[in-house]
């Protein structure tokens, strides 16, 4: 697979409006194949004649469980997997990860938060190069080759950086707390890294920002955390 | 358990106290019979030894003082003679015929110890040899008893020995009954100790407490099958709104998706951002029920405050908030470092509930602060504005918890109090000064 819209997806849901609403969006979104099915006995058959290379499980389903329709698919193929439920409960979305499935999305939700969730799934899954770039002012950053490009200067990114960069970018226009970022590079035990952090962030501010001194994009909120400022 | 210890105590000293006063009345009974009884007692004025002594030699032989009559010396008497040291009558007084005559020694001792010719007799010796007083004929009895000194020590030695055996049977006696008792009364208690916790009771006991440890396994059944009757019921309103809320989320879902199409048109933004606030009350809802019937386990873990809070300030911040709706947030270092043993999701979702609570009834917009700091072993969360604050129907009623028909419908409130206090913490509502709303969340620390 060259593209992440290249994938196959395979979206299961007893609802046959969600089914047109989310395929809709899909197809809108880029990916060229999106199989539907209604039911478990449905999904065995797609999932027979096209092998997908993505699955968007609902759980309640007329003719069985997506957990266990989860569990039977897997044992045929090592297929990266979505879980798109109303059950909200802790315990269902805790069951639905530990079987192993990449994701778990309640219902109502955003289709954009779909779309991306499932952007992520594809990218980790399938290890594709982000192609992705990110325009921070007058200065443009490949993610694919870590490079930032400012007033025809080209600078590299660390991988720490490129991770913070993401992370921010991810959330844009919204404030990501210091602990978010911190666990973004560190992991779980990111407890006393905060000063470490800024370090890391003044370093990218120098990379990206015109004036580092006085970034315009890449901004503290005090007490908070950083946001990486919407483009204008 | 104490409480039958001293039950049992009390039994003992009660019973030991009925004893006592039975042996204190038997023995009154006994000295009032004998006192009764000595007045019945052949009756005589003046003792042997007093009308011995008052016997004179006179002139013509001897005669009784004079301070009295013979008749009255002799009250109570039959008969008084004297003899002398050869048991020849010197003096007489009322003496039938037939005993006026010498006694030998063995006649003597015979009747100074029985009787004479049936007579019970005393005697008492004086300057003159021996007086002789007769009672009536048959009216006394005359016994004679030998003792060795040795006999009479084993005799007391026994009588306080047979006194003790009797004394520690009776306590043996008693102490058995009570351990019988006690056992009964003791599984009756921890009968009663389980039915104050709510488990199942059964009861055994004997005699005559079986029939309250009937009763009270009757009552224990009883208090068990309404609580399942509860508890079924609480399970079945907690499904019914868990079942409603997921039976809501699709038609939402596809509102909020529809909706999303459509934008950046400024109608299906406000459809969308109707959605998503139903989507939370039906959260709410949900939540609330499950808390409320302990449907929601607790996934207790530990929780760095700081980075609770901040989550918290920054997805208000990233929210969509009505125009200047600002948010200060101050936090101290030490509360920004404190450990709280909690479900951070819920605790988030109750933080969420407070500020999005300021922001929605504060259209025009205020400043919304979230500020958080250590007092003693708890982590105190304030969440005040400077708005309109709670309507005072609204504060009255988070204030007294009072619910009536009338009560305003403060689900996410109720929820955030709700949360707290499965945390072991505190909710405080109040008017904030000089204008708004504040509410205060005690949370103990880890």
Same mark, same amino acid.
Not at chain 1, 162 to 186: E, M, P, S, Y
Not at chain 2, 5 to 31: E, T, Y
Not at chain 2, 194 to 207: F, I, K, R, S
Not at chain 2, 350 to 376: D, S
């Given at each position: 697979?060259?593209?992440?819209?290249?994938? *196959?997806?395979?979206?299961?849901?007893?609802?046959?409006? @969600? @089914?047109?609403?989310?395929?809709?969006?899909? *197809?809108?979104? #880029?990916?060229?194949?999106?199989?539907?099915?209604?039911? !478990?006995?449905?999904?065995?058959?797609?999932?027979?004649? /096209?092998?997908?290379?993505?699955?968007?499980?609902?759980?309640?389903?007329?003719?069985?469980?997506?957990?266990?329709?989860?569990?039977?698919?897997?044992?045929?193929?090592?297929?990266?997997?979505?879980?798109?439920?109303? *059950?909200?409960?802790?315990?269902?979305?805790?069951?639905?990860?530990?079987?192993?499935?990449?994701?778990?999305?309640?219902? %109502?939700?955003?289709?954009?938060? @779909?779309?991306? *969730?499932?952007? #992520?799934?594809?990218?980790?899954?399938?290890?594709? %190069?982000?192609?992705?770039?990110?325009?921070?002012?007058? !200065?443009?950053?490949?993610?694919?080759?870590?490079?930032?490009?400012?007033?025809?200067?080209?600078?590299?990114?660390?991988?720490?950086?490129?991770?913070?960069?993401?992370?921010?970018?991810?959330?844009? #226009?919204h404030i990501v707390t210091f602990d978010a970022? !911190?666990?973004?590079?560190?992991?779980? #035990?990111?407890y006393?890294?905060e000063?470490?952090?800024?370090? /890391?962030?003044? /370093?990218?501010?120098?990379?990206?920002?015109?004036? %580092?001194?006085?970034?315009?994009?890449?901004?503290t909120v005090r007490g908070l955390g950083y946001r990486?400022?919407?483009?204008? | 358990?104490?409480?039958?210890?001293?039950?049992?105590?009390?039994?003992?000293?009660?019973?030991?106290?009925?004893?006592?006063?039975?042996?204190?009345?038997?023995? &009154?009974?006994?000295?009032?019979?004998?006192?009764?009884?000595?007045?019945?007692?052949?009756?005589?004025?003046?003792?042997?030894?007093?009308?011995?002594?008052?016997?004179? =030699?006179?002139?013509?032989?001897?005669?009784?003082?004079?301070?009295?009559?013979?008749?009255?010396?002799?009250?109570?008497?039959?008969?008084?003679?004297?003899?002398?040291?050869?048991? &020849?009558?010197?003096?007489?007084?009322?003496?039938?015929?037939?005993?006026?005559?010498?006694?030998?020694?063995?006649?003597?001792?015979?009747?100074?110890?029985?009787?004479?010719?049936?007579?019970?007799?005393?005697?008492?010796?004086?300057?003159?040899?021996?007086?002789?007083?007769?009672?009536?004929?048959? &009216?006394?009895? =005359?016994?004679?008893?030998?003792?060795?000194? $040795?006999?009479?020590?084993?005799?007391?030695?026994?009588?306080?020995?047979?006194?003790?055996?009797?004394?520690?049977?009776?306590?043996?006696?008693?102490?058995?009954?009570?351990?019988?008792?006690?056992?009964?009364? =003791?599984?009756?208690?921890?009968?009663?100790?389980?039915?104050?916790?709510?488990?199942?009771?059964?009861?055994?006991?004997?005699?005559?407490?079986?029939?309250?440890?009937?009763?009270?396994?009757?009552?224990? +059944?009883?208090?068990?099958?309404?609580? +399942?009757?509860?508890?079924?019921? $609480?399970?079945?309103?907690?499904?019914?709104?868990?079942?409603?809320?997921? $039976?809501?989320?699709?038609?939402?879902?596809?509102?909020?998706?529809?909706? +999303?199409?459509?934008?950046? $048109?400024?109608?299906? =933004?406000?459809?969308?951002?109707?959605?998503?606030k139903?989507?939370a009350l039906?959260e709410d809802?949900?939540l609330t &029920?499950?808390l409320q019937?302990?449907?929601q386990?607790l996934r207790l873990a530990e929780v760095q405050a700081g980075a609770l809070l901040r989550q918290a300030a920054a997805d208000f911040c990233n929210s969509e908030l009505p125009a200047n709706t600002r948010l200060v947030f101050s936090l101290d270092e030490k509360a920004g470092q404190a450990l709280l043993h909690a479900d951070a999701a819920l605790l988030a979702r109750a933080l969420e509930n407070l500020l999005q609570n300021a922001a929605r009834h504060n259209a025009e917009g205020c400043t919304v602060t979230l500020a958080a700091n250590c007092n003693g072993g708890h982590l105190v969360i304030t969440v005040s504005d400077d708005g309109t604050g709670y309507p005072p129907a609204v504060l009255t009623a988070l204030q007294t918890g009072e619910?009536?028909?009338?009560t305003p419908h403060i689900l996410g409130l109720h929820l955030v109090e709700q949360i707290v206090a499965a945390h072991g913490g505190q909710t405080a509502f109040s008017r904030n000064q000089p204008h708004g709303a504040k509410a205060v969340l005690t949370l103990p620390l880890a």
């Amino acid at each position: 697979m060259q593209d992440i819209f290249a994938a *196959r997806v395979l979206l299961v849901d007893d609802q046959p409006e @969600l @089914l047109a609403l989310v395929s809709g969006r899909l *197809r809108q979104a #880029g990916y060229g194949t999106v199989d539907t099915a209604a039911g !478990c006995a449905e999904a065995r058959a797609c999932f027979a004649a /096209h092998r997908p290379d993505v699955m968007i499980l609902d759980i309640n389903l007329p003719d069985g469980d997506g957990f266990s329709l989860f569990r039977e698919l897997r044992r045929q193929a090592d297929i990266p997997a979505l879980f798109l439920s109303a *059950r909200d409960a802790d315990a269902d979305r805790l069951f639905g990860l530990g079987l192993g499935a990449d994701d778990y999305l309640t219902k %109502p939700f955003l289709t954009q938060e @779909l779309l991306l *969730r499932l952007q #992520g799934i594809l990218r980790r899954a399938y290890r594709l %190069p982000s192609q992705r770039t990110v325009q921070i002012g007058p !200065c443009t950053v490949r993610l694919g080759d870590a490079a930032a490009e400012l007033a025809g200067r080209t600078a590299a990114l660390t991988a720490t950086e490129l991770t913070l960069l993401q992370k921010l970018a991810d959330n844009r #226009g919204h404030i990501v707390t210091f602990d978010a970022l !911190c666990q973004a590079v560190w992991g779980d #035990g990111y407890y006393g890294y905060e000063n470490a952090l800024g370090v /890391h962030i003044r /370093h990218l501010r120098e990379k990206v920002e015109v004036e %580092p001194s006085r970034p315009r994009y890449l901004v503290t909120v005090r007490g908070l955390g950083y946001r990486l400022e919407v483009q204008p | 358990m104490k409480s039958l210890c001293k039950l049992a105590a009390r039994c003992l000293l009660a019973a030991v106290g009925v004893a006592l006063s039975l042996v204190i009345v038997l023995l &009154s009974v006994l000295v009032g019979v004998g006192l009764h009884e000595a007045q019945n007692y052949p009756y005589s004025h003046y003792q042997v030894g007093e009308v011995a002594q008052a016997l004179r =030699r006179t002139g013509s032989g001897f005669a009784l003082d004079a301070a009295h009559t013979p008749e009255e010396w002799l009250d109570g008497y039959e008969w008084a003679m004297q003899l002398d040291e050869q048991g &020849s009558v010197i003096w007489r007084l009322g003496l039938p015929a037939g005993l006026n005559r010498d006694y030998t020694v063995g006649e003597v001792a015979g009747f100074s110890r029985w009787y004479l010719d049936g007579y019970p007799v005393f005697v008492w010796r004086n300057d003159y040899g021996l007086m002789v007083l007769a009672k009536a004929k048959g &009216s006394i009895w =005359r016994y004679s008893y030998y003792s060795t000194p $040795d006999a009479v020590w084993v005799a007391v030695r026994s009588a306080v020995q047979a006194a003790a055996f009797v004394l520690a049977a009776a306590l043996l006696v008693c102490g058995l009954l009570l351990w019988r008792l006690w056992r009964s009364l =003791r599984s009756i208690g921890e009968g009663l100790d389980a039915l104050a916790q709510g488990q199942p009771v059964t009861v055994q006991a004997e005699g005559i407490l079986s029939e309250l440890a009937q009763t009270l396994d009757c009552t224990g +059944e009883l208090l068990r099958r309404q609580n +399942e009757a509860l508890a079924r019921r $609480d399970a079945a309103r907690t499904n019914w709104v868990a079942g409603v809320s997921h $039976d809501i989320r699709t038609p939402l879902a596809l509102i909020v998706g529809y909706a +999303e199409r459509l934008e950046p $048109d400024e109608t299906a =933004r406000k459809i969308r951002m109707q959605a998503q606030k139903i989507k939370a009350l039906v959260e709410d809802l949900n939540l609330t &029920s499950k808390l409320q019937y302990n449907a929601q386990p607790l996934r207790l873990a530990e929780v760095q405050a700081g980075a609770l809070l901040r989550q918290a300030a920054a997805d208000f911040c990233n929210s969509e908030l009505p125009a200047n709706t600002r948010l200060v947030f101050s936090l101290d270092e030490k509360a920004g470092q404190a450990l709280l043993h909690a479900d951070a999701a819920l605790l988030a979702r109750a933080l969420e509930n407070l500020l999005q609570n300021a922001a929605r009834h504060n259209a025009e917009g205020c400043t919304v602060t979230l500020a958080a700091n250590c007092n003693g072993g708890h982590l105190v969360i304030t969440v005040s504005d400077d708005g309109t604050g709670y309507p005072p129907a609204v504060l009255t009623a988070l204030q007294t918890g009072e619910t009536g028909e009338n009560t305003p419908h403060i689900l996410g409130l109720h929820l955030v109090e709700q949360i707290v206090a499965a945390h072991g913490g505190q909710t405080a509502f109040s008017r904030n000064q000089p204008h708004g709303a504040k509410a205060v969340l005690t949370l103990p620390l880890a």
